[in-house]
């Protein structure tokens, strides 16, 4: 708008209509009556010298209105604050400040924590123009080049984290965002194992200066829990001694307690039963860095997977490989039978069609109605099995190669050596995920409702898969698919990494409810996905090592440098048109003195 580059707000010439009715007064103000009077005539008669001009005459007529309208639109004008551009100098101090917030950070020092030690000096570190990078499991930039204000109040809005860091990250993203001219200031115990000090060499090589402040009071003899491993229904935790003498300490689990006596340095193990619905690990006596005293552990209410094999030729392979998981509980029946919907998975494998009937098949339907899974395991002769079956197919071939396997949970990993024969056909739904050269399935997968199908394309007699060593491997991971129940290793991950669920999935976190797709694990505690409970802890051998060595002198403080900005800013010149305006106001009211109006 070109009124911008004169006013600083313009709307105030609004104001500017208050004239309209003085204009229309004058407009409507009936002209004077003429009268000739004897008395006087001969005064018209003088040859000219008191005659009037007729233009001078209507000028004094409407000087009072250019008065008036002169001081109306100057007090208008000051209204809508004229301006003018005018240089102006600034002097900048830009600082970027790297705190660090990963879980060593926690550390009690004193009365408080390091971290909250750093947030103090770090808001004594804020200048005029100041950035804020967090070091935690990713080096994220709270705030950019933002004012003193906003630094501040940033800061105010930081937490520690429990997990691990990378420092060098942090002060490489730091030197990205820092302009000409400006600092960078770290604020850490430096207890990373990262090679921080390449990113400060590097950002000095660039002349940025680089102060590096060291808050790394407490955790002189910390005990921590280090490492975490499943087998079957137990849990084996690991705990090291970072103290320069021998300490014990009470590990314990739901109520069961194992004692441990770690020498300086030594590490030690204590192996618990998961207890159903989960738990946290506890250290006792704690210490200075309790994040790593406790560490919580997720597993499902029901940790039993009811699994039935329906089969008139027992796959003794099949049977073998469910029977030594310790999460499954086995039975094998053979058609004719009754079948209640009450188990977790129904497998059917070498089933003669003719011994089949339609309630075994119902019991299956029923078990994925409610939120469970069935197998169909390829033999010579199909029976009908409706759509439980996910392969449509009328032959068979033999001597395939192995065409694609897929990167799922399922298969991953897996080799798969191609089969004998195998059924030629294409899915009727869901995904492939081993296929021969030809592209017919030979293991597929599909959710249906809340529940899941599995197709296992390999033919008792006809693959050599059953004698190789991933073959438990493989049923083991196709059970817990099929039941919609994770392991104990994917229900408990380690801080610092992610949880990805479903787009705008809401997911309960130890502080709050968020949202998906992806969630990031900084809190040590438990994560509520639908009816799953994932657990996140710290097992960082290198975070939990919290001591650490003091810096250099030549890292301390230095200078900060500041630079010169020159810019045009407006200077308001509401005084100047107020002034005028009352001068104008001063010359009316002597006018109409001097007409004798006053």
């Known amino acids: 708008m070109v009124l911008d580059e004169f006013f600083l707000f313009p709307l105030g010439l609004v104001a500017l209509l208050g004239a309209v009715p003085l204009i229309l007064l004058y ?29 001078f005459d209507r000028l004094l007529r409407n000087l009072l209105l250019l008065v008036q309208l002169l001081a109306i639109l100057a007090l208008v004008g000051s209204l ?3 301006y003018v551009l005018v240089p102006e100098s600034e002097t900048v101090s830009e600082t970027v400040l790297v705190v660090d917030a990963s879980a060593s950070m926690g550390v009690k020092d004193g009365g408080g924590t390091r971290f909250q030690k750093a947030l103090d000096a770090a808001r004594n570190e804020v200048t005029g123009t100041t950035s804020v990078v967090v070091a935690g499991s990713n080096a994220d930039v709270a705030l950019r080049r933002g004012s003193a ?14 997990a691990p860091g990378d420092l060098r990250s942090a002060i490489t993203t730091a030197a990205a965002v820092a302009g000409n001219d400006a600092r960078i200031v770290v604020l850490s115990d430096f207890a990373d194992d990262s090679p921080w000090q390449d990113a400060v060499r590097e950002a000095r090589a660039r002349d940025i200066v680089v102060d590096l402040r060291q808050f790394s009071g407490g955790g002189d003899a910390n005990v921590g829990i280090i490492d975490r491993r499943f087998t079957g229904p137990n849990v084996t935790v690991t705990v090291k001694n970072y103290g320069d003498s021998e300490v014990t300490r009470t590990v314990s689990l739901a109520g069961v307690s194992r004692q441990v006596t770690l020498g300086a340095g030594d590490v030690s193990t204590a192996t618990f039963p998961v207890p159903a619905g989960g738990g946290r690990v506890s250290l006792s006596p704690g210490d ?43 039975t094998v029946d053979n058609p004719p039978t009754s079948v209640t919907p009450e188990y977790d998975v129904i497998i059917y494998s070498n089933v003669d069609r003719k011994r089949l009937l339609a309630g075994n098949l119902d019991a299956g339907r029923e078990v994925v109605e409610n939120g469970g899974g069935v ?19 009328d032959h068979m071939k033999a001597n395939p190669t192995i065409g694609t396997v897929s990167d799922h949970q399922l298969t991953k990993g897996i080799t798969f050596p191609p089969p004998s024969r195998y059924h030629v056909g294409e899915v009727r739904e869901g995904e492939a995920l081993v296929t021969a050269s030809d592209g017919s399935p030979l293991v597929a997968v599909s959710d249906r409702g809340a529940g899941r199908l599995l197709y296992y394309g390999f033919i008792q007699d006809e693959s050599a898969f059953k004698y190789n060593y991933q073959y438990p491997v493989f049923w083991k991971r196709a059970v817990f698919h099929l039941a919609g129940r994770p392991t104990l290793a994917e229900l408990n991950r380690e ?7 479903g787009v705008n999935q809401s997911v309960q976190t130890p502080s709050g409810t968020v949202t998906g797709p992806e969630v990031r694990l900084d809190e040590s505690g438990f994560y509520g996905v639908d009816q799953n ?38 200077d ?22 001097k007409r004798g109006d006053l």
């Open 288 to 330: 200075d860095f309790p994040t790593d005293d406790k560490l919580p552990v997720a597993a499902p209410k029901d940790q039993l997977i009811d699994v039935l094999v329906l089969t008139n030729d027992e796959n003794r392979f099949l049977t073998a490989a469910l029977s030594v998981i310790p999460e499954v509980s086995l």
């Open 149 to 162: 204000t906003d630094a501040r109040s940033t800061l105010d809005g930081l937490s520690v984290t429990a």
């Open 80 to 82: 809508a604050t004229p």
């Open 533 to 570: 409970a994932y657990a996140a802890g710290l097992l960082s051998e290198s975070e939990s090592s919290v001591a650490a060595t003091p810096l250099d002198k030549q890292d301390r403080a230095s200078a900060s440098p500041t630079r010169v900005e020159e810019r045009l800013v407006p």
């Open 27 to 55: 407009f409507l103000r009936p002209e004077p009556v003429r009268r000739t009077l004897p008395t006087f005539q001969f005064l018209a008669d003088t040859a000219g010298r008191n005659a009037s001009n007729p233009v």
């Open 495 to 501: 801080t610092g990494g992610s949880l990805t669920v």
């Open 375 to 393: 197998a169909v395991q390829a033999q010579t002769e199909m029976p009908e099995y409706g759509n439980l079956l996910l392969l449509e197919s």
């Open 572 to 593: 308001p010149l509401t005084e100047w048109t107020a002034l005028f305006a009352l001068a104008v106001t001063f010359i009316e009211l002597a006018y109409l003195r």
